[in-house]
């Protein structure tokens, strides 16, 4: 909104520096406080991380594809998996959650924007920041390179305690640095949003939607955001403990002067296991709603599948040290937790059970979100299987540190995870962009990344049984691994095949422009009410709700459970003007400062690398660049 | 459409049975599946009951996925179907069914963990395990009178007999210094315990036959943890016994001008300030490299990782960042390089020491 300003009164009120208004054009995604424009860019932003971090697995397959592979040797290699895993968690699963929370939280509760638009925007640039800011390691000292989990005391101690393999401690506390300061911010990241999400579905929910008739993807972004906010202070304060042994040498985790390593594997995994679930709800959200669209039934069971989330947000947080069942914490500690972690299967078997439900008696479309989601509930399945035989402590001490390990969690993270992210991006994607991808190429994708996945990560349940560890850069012939590890990095060019249909299909979808109308799927909830894409202001007239599924309702009239469909005109809400400058909707204003505090961060982190003077100097300018941009998003006015 | 999840489960059935049929094959030296010893058939016994539940839930869950994924098709149908919203007896019963398949997994468990937690049995070997970035170091405790024999990466015991391994890691009960966290695992004898800085550990391993069995260390351990490798070497008890004495004896005196010359060169490289050559006068009883008393009975090398040759050993000795790069060990011991005329001595005195 630009308004035409008295001269005179211009002069009196100049501001220091003028709020941006342009919600358009390129300049207006750095100061962007709107919600769908932001999870636009933390969806790119992940998906680029995404790339990267396959472009890290198809490295370490390479290497693995044959006994004493000479591609990558031990240095480099380390690092490699260190920030395959890093990638992966931290700037491509949680921020690809994050852009579907982001784009689609207002939408599906009615409402115009988050509680706190501008704090919204900072947790994307700082989120960016932190990654720049891991990654820029390359260009320095390396990689960190102690495994994303960097257990005590090699966390301090280094691989290479003499410097004979160029490996030495100064070398080794800088990776730390990286990998210390890069998480603290990322951290920040997700607590940020965690909050803002929070009080969003708290208190901004349209008229008429209480909890219970919050899609099941609200509730599980609900959950998340509670998980987010308890788990990542305890890897928050880990993180300050290593840096400062690392770099002072405070004996935290030093067993020669009253620390203990195993601490840090606590604290690690007290974050850790929550933050599995914090990978895997969103996904679970999004199938919750993909399956009841395309079975074109209600969510079997929507109660259970609410209680089932709560549940197993609160269990996670008693299963940790089923991480730990090596380590030696004694035969009472684990039984307690083997007894934990088989029981968290439960609430998770319930939902399996309730997504089948959906599809029994359904009439099952099998576009691609819909073969995302199924894939979703048959690899999971899988993943939660070997889940529950870890839990056998004592055959989990076969099973622990082994590639029956890494078959597990990429299942539930890749298979699960993973296909419910991209079976959500079929789904939304013609709501965000407002043309539909092309669903034969949605196809190919699909099957081509399944039956890689397969390959991929099937065979690695037969290495870890029979011997191969994790973590190793090599291994010997006559182990009798070679065969699934070939199998093994096959299935994983095959993976990297179907994301290259998938950008294929991006670019050609984008090409032809089939419009996709506000509900090309003929869905249930609110967001499908508003046109593809959705104006700023989300809708002309917020939606009264009167029931779950609140879409649904009002295009099918019920009749004794049997759905009769509305003539047409119902399922339109807003009035024939269009646009919200009839309707005087104003929409929070865009701001600089977001960025501003975020760029002061990774500066300030550089900081601590250095000792005397170039510390001080890198902290005070980061500081001041933050603290500048507090006062300033603070201290600044409405545009007008 | 159709065929399509058939296909996908026939592969995933198939993947199971290769599974199942590369166990036992006595090409895999690091085979869980494949116990040689009471302590991994216990824990295997838990994995016999375990994993055919999980092939029972698998079918069943899978079976019905594809079930509904044909029966329900969209076949045009105007009107939606029934809008079900749920059925609470279903809910419950699936959520008390797997519960109680829960318990019946746990109890054997729970059990378990109990029996593999008691005290060592009153004939057990007691060996001291020590892990270092990037060997194992043992030591005997109770095999005789005398110093405990210390040795590296080659575990030899005795069969039908009980190891019982101490994972010592705390700083004030050993003079070896301690460093990361390691994990000793031989799966074919037993399931892994981890080598814990500032904490003693215990586990028990037991062999039925002679035989080696290959383990390595299963804990990140920074850049040569893939070559931190091990192996229990199981004789018959009498053959034990005639180990143990061929390792009480010292170090073998050299028996030609070339091996006199390695010998010297032992010295003068500073080897002594890191290995052990036991009954040698220069030996300071270093503990920070393996001991070499006995180092020409070894199979391999650098942790298991290479076979003992001459070529090998010349490699290693003037460059052992080039064979496993985090070894700890300086090229030439000083970094004094040395003719090839003396590495090959050297090398003679190493491959003499049996």
Redesign the interface.
Do not use: C
């Given at each position: 909104m630009t308004a035409i300003a008295d001269p005179t009164k211009a002069v009196a009120r100049r501001p220091f520096f003028a709020r941006p208004t342009a919600t358009t054009g390129p300049w207006s995604w750095f100061t962007t406080v709107d919600h769908k424009k932001i999870g636009i860019l933390y969806g790119v932003t992940a998906f680029t991380f995404f790339i990267v971090g396959g472009l890290e697995a198809l490295l370490i397959r390479s290497q693995l594809v044959r006994p004493n592979g000479t591609i990558l040797?031990?240095?480099l290699y380390?690092q490699i998996f260190t920030m395959h895993g890093l990638t992966m968690i931290f700037f491509a699963v949680m921020p690809l959650s994050a852009a579907f929370f982001n784009y689609l939280l207002p939408l599906m509760i009615g409402a115009r924007d988050v509680a706190f638009p501008r704090l919204n925007a900072f947790s994307y640039w700082v989120f960016l920041a932190a990654g720049l800011f891991l990654y820029s390691s390359i260009l320095f000292e390396g990689m960190p390179d102690?495994?994303w989990f960097n257990?005590?005391?090699?966390n301090i101690?280094?691989?290479?305690?003499?410097s004979?393999?160029g490996?030495g401690p100064q070398i080794h506390q800088a990776r730390m640095l990286y990998y210390s300061m890069g998480l603290q911010i990322a951290g920040i990241a997700s607590l940020a949003s965690a909050v803002n999400f929070i009080v969003t579905i708290l208190n901004m929910r349209a008229p008429g939607m209480t909890l219970m008739r919050m899609p099941v993807f609200v509730w599980m972004t609900f959950v998340t955001s509670f998980l987010l906010l308890f788990a990542m202070p305890v890897i928050g304060i880990a993180l300050w403990q290593l840096m400062l042994s690392v770099r002072w040498e405070v004996p935290f985790f030093d067993?020669?002067n009253g620390?203990?390593?195993?601490l840090w594997q606590h604290m690690f995994w007290l974050f850790g296991h929550p933050e599995v679930y914090i990978l895997i709800l969103p996904a679970f959200g999004i199938v919750s709603e993909i399956l009841p669209t395309f079975?074109?039934?209600?969510i079997?069971?929507?109660?259970?599948m609410v209680f089932s989330g709560i549940a197993i947000g609160f269990m996670g947080w008693g299963v940790w040290a089923h991480h730990m069942f090596?380590?030696?914490l004694?035969?009472v500690a684990?039984?307690a937790f083997?007894?934990t972690t088989?029981?968290i299967?439960?609430p998770t078997?319930?939902k399996?059970?309730?997504w089948?439900?959906t599809?029994?008696?359904?009439?099952?479309?099998?576009k691609t979100p819909m073969l995302f989601g199924?894939g979703l509930?048959?690899m999971f399945?899988?993943g939660g299987?070997?889940g529950?035989?870890h839990?056998?402590?004592?055959?989990?001490?076969?099973?622990?540190?082994?590639y029956y390990v890494v078959a597990h969690f990429h299942y539930v993270l890749f298979g699960g995870a993973i296909m419910g992210l991209f079976g959500g991006v079929y789904y939304w994607w013609p709501k965000i962009f407002g043309w539909m991808l092309d669903d034969r190429l949605g196809k190919v994708h699909f099957?081509t990344m399944?039956?890689g996945f397969?390959l991929t990560f099937?065979?690695m349940?037969?290495l870890g049984?029979?011997?191969?560890?994790?973590?190793?850069?090599?291994?010997?012939a006559?182990?009798?691994w070679d065969l699934w590890n070939l199998v093994s990095t096959v299935g994983a060019f095959l993976i990297a095949a179907s994301i290259l249909v998938f950008m294929r299909n991006v670019a050609s979808s984008r090409r032809q422009k089939v419009p996709a109308g506000n509900d090309p799927w003929d869905a249930r909830t609110v967001e499908w009410m508003t046109s593809s894409p959705p104006p700023p202001h989300n809708f002309d007239e917020v939606p009264v709700i009167t029931s779950r599924d609140e879409l649904w309702h009002r295009k099918?009239a019920?009749d004794d459970?049997?759905?009769?469909?509305v003539p047409a005109g119902a399922s339109q809400d807003h009035g024939e003007h269009g646009g919200h400058e009839g309707h005087g909707i104003h929409m929070p204003d865009p701001s600089y400062f977001p960025l501003i505090v975020a760029a002061g961060m990774p500066i300030a982190a550089y900081g601590t690398f250095y000792e005397g003077p170039g510390m001080v100097i890198l902290l005070a300018i980061g500081g001041a660049i933050t603290l500048f941009g507090i006062f300033g998003w603070v201290l600044e006015p409405t545009a007008e | 459409m159709r065929g399509r999840p058939r296909w996908g489960i026939a592969w995933l059935a198939l993947l199971l049975v290769a599974g199942c049929a590369s166990a036992g094959d006595g090409a895999l030296p690091q085979n869980a599946l494949d116990p040689a010893g009471p302590v991994a058939r216990i824990q295997d016994r838990l994995w016999d009951l375990v994993f055919p539940v999980a092939v029972v839930v698998f079918i069943l869950v899978q079976g019905l996925i594809i079930v509904a994924v044909v029966k329900f098709r969209d076949r045009g149908e105007d009107r939606p179907p029934r809008q079900i919203a749920g059925n609470t007896r279903l809910e419950v019963m699936w959520t008390i069914i797997p519960a109680l398949i829960l318990v019946g997994i746990a109890v054997p468990t729970i059990a378990t963990i109990f029996q593999l937690a008691g005290p060592p049995a009153d004939d057990a070997l007691t060996v001291r395990v020590i892990g270092k970035q990037y060997w194992w170091q043992f030591e005997y405790l109770n095999a005789g009178p005398g110093e405990p024999i210390r040795t590296a990466s080659e575990l030899h015991i005795p069969i039908d007999r009980e190891v019982f391994i101490e994972l010592e890691g705390r700083p004030g009960e050993t003079e070896d210094v301690v460093d990361v966290i390691h994990s000793f695992w031989v799966p074919r004898l037993a399931g892994k315990q981890d080598y814990v800085p500032g904490h003693i550990r215990t586990m028990r391993i037991q062999a039925d036959e002679p035989g080696t069995y290959q383990g390595q260390c299963a804990e990140f351990c920074g850049l040569s943890h893939a070559d931190m490798r091990f192996a229990v070497i199981a004789h018959e008890p009498a053959d034990f016994d005639a180990w143990l004495a061929t390792q009480r004896a010292p170090a073998g005196e050299p028996t030609s001008g070339l091996l006199r010359q390695g010998e010297q060169l032992f010295s003068q490289q500073q080897c002594f300030t890191c290995h052990t050559l036991d009954g040698h006068p220069d030996n300071a009883n270093a503990r920070t490299g393996p001991a070499l008393t006995h180092f020409a009975e070894r199979q391999k090398f650098a942790g298991y990782t290479y076979d003992r040759t001459d070529e090998n050993l010349r490699q290693w000795v003037s460059n052992p960042q080039s064979l496993k790069l985090g070894a700890q060990m300086p090229p030439y011991g000083t970094g004094v390089a040395l003719s090839d005329q003396e590495l090959d001595a050297l090398v003679a005195y190493l491959q003499s020491l049996d």
């Open positions: 040797d031990e240095n380390n102690g495994g257990y005590a005391p090699l101690i280094g691989p290479d305690p003499l004979l393999a490996a067993a020669t620390g203990d390593p195993v079975a074109r039934k209600p079997f069971g929507y109660a259970a090596t380590v030696g004694g035969p684990n039984t083997a007894l088989m029981f299967a439960v078997g319930v399996i059970f309730n089948i439900g599809l029994w008696g359904g009439q099952l479309r099998f199924i509930v048959a399945t899988i299987l070997s529950v035989t839990a056998v402590v004592p055959h989990d001490t076969q099973q622990q540190d082994t099957w399944l039956v397969n099937g065979p349940h037969i049984l029979n011997g191969m560890p994790r973590r190793i850069y090599r291994y010997d006559g182990m009798g099918y019920g459970g049997e759905k009769v469909p | -």
